[in-house]
């Protein structure tokens, strides 16, 4: 049996009861089952995962959730992670943070990206705190939550080396000394985020940090002290650089996925998605069969084709060597991926039939195919395999 709610269907495994977290999702209940292709989220894998951190630090967890929690569901991810000890959440964008609480999240939500003026009223309205690091834009926020009469919650995004967003950190104390003084302002955190915190090489961060201490300590000792100061990712609190504000901002180790090849989760987290599909027809063909657009496959001999109904439109790549794993083996991806369908060779499962079961992402049988596995031969990284996964791939909570 399975229940759907939302747009999440949540299916109950062996002979396990619901847990009450799970029973929240029974409004809506059908028996029909995603066919195409869907992701299985292991919330269990996502308790274990933020409880991890959560016992391991003595910081308060942001957990990251943007980009529809790096494709594995906003709203089911963000609720077990705060059940397991989550004291914030982080998303990219305004209306990432307005969705959550429209759907009733209640716990602080920081905006780490740019948000436009038009939007600075509903997320004040809403409580919602938002990264902001210029001083013209500072006073136009100033001015719109005095007219409502309530705080904008202000984090000061400090670049000290990412290029990306943030007041310079030698500009820093200038906007900050603002913030302290604003009417309308809350000046509620402090933080930078580090470039390359995943490489093996820890001396960028250090010396991104080193300018980020600098920046608080001089606001320190002119009296301006933001109660929240918050840096590390997942890859700087795996390589325990010992940074250690009172906030760390925890993603892609949340998911049991690897910030990177040199930084890699502790052997107690474990991934929490699994992509499937399943077989929609087999056929035995003949040598010289061209196979999908284009023909670039062409069979070199009788053999066993399988189509699987997931395509570039769910965000299986059309580039890349790829395999996948159909009776717990391994075979080969040939032929061009269509918008919403691809070929495999199955001449090594000669029984393989319609309905089979294909896994893209996660474990079959004795086999696994991980994320980071399929990025490496997508030539990209996990956070993209993932979170490029297609909003028509059903999202399954077990
Ligand atoms: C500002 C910021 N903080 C934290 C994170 C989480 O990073 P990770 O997924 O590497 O833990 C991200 C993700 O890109 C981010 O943009």
């Known amino acids: 049996m399975q229940l759907h709610y939302r747009g999440f269907v949540f299916r109950r495994q062996g002979g396990e009861l619901w847990t009450p977290y799970c029973l929240m999702y029974t409004l809506y209940m059908n028996t029909q089952m995603p066919h195409s292709t869907w992701v299985e989220i292991e919330l269990s894998a996502i308790k274990n995962n933020v409880r991890y951190f959560c016992d391991n630090s003595n910081a308060n967890v942001m957990v990251i959730v943007k980009a ?8 089911p991810v963000l609720e077990t992670a705060l059940r397991a000890g989550a004291g914030w959440c982080g998303v990219a964008r305004a209306d990432e943070a307005l969705e959550l609480r429209r759907a009733g999240i209640q716990c602080p939500i920081l905006v780490l990206g740019f948000t436009p003026l038009f939007m600075i009223e509903e997320l004040i309205v809403n409580n919602i705190s938002l990264a902001a690091w210029d001083i013209e834009y500072l006073k136009d926020v100033d001015v719109i939550a005095q007219k409502i009469d309530l705080p904008a919650r202000i984090h000061l995004k400090v670049d000290t080396g990412m290029g990306r967003i943030g007041v310079d950190y030698g500009d820093a104390f200038d906007v900050a000394r603002y913030l302290d003084v604003a009417q309308g302002l809350l000046f509620e955190g402090v933080s930078t985020h580090y470039a390359r915190a995943y490489e093996a090489d820890i001396a960028p961060t250090l010396e991104q940090d080193n300018r980020f201490r600098n920046v608080v300590e001089i ?10 100061v918050h840096s590390e990712n997942s890859a700087a609190i795996i390589n325990r650089l010992d940074l250690k504000w009172n906030m760390i901002r925890l993603g892609i180790a949340m998911y049991g996925l690897d910030p990177s090849e040199d930084c890699k989760c502790p052997d107690d987290l474990r991934p929490a998605l699994t992509w499937k599909t399943q077989l929609s027809q087999v056929k035995h063909v003949p040598k010289g069969t061209g196979i999908s657009y284009g023909h670039n496959y062409i069979t070199s001999g009788p053999e066993i084709i399988g189509t699987v109904p997931t395509g570039y439109a769910d965000g299986y790549r059309r580039h890349g060597e790829k395999t996948v794993l159909v ?12 918008m919403d ?22 474990c079959q049988g004795m086999d696994h195919i991980s994320a980071e596995e399929v990025a ?8 993209d395999v993932v979170s490029s996964i297609g909003s028509r791939v059903s999202r399954v909570y077990v």
């Open 341 to 362: 369908q691809f070929m495999v060779r199955l001449d090594s499962v000669p029984g393989a039939a319609v309905g089979d079961e294909v896994v893209i992402i996660g």
């Open 327 to 338: 009776r717990g083996k391994r075979v080969p991806v040939v032929g061009t991926v269509c």
């Open 219 to 228: 606001l320190r000792q002119a009296g301006i002290c933001p109660s929240i």
């Open 68 to 75: 529809n929690a790096y494709g594995h569901g906003a709203l």
């Open 376 to 383: 490496l031969r997508w030539n990209t990284i996990n956070y």
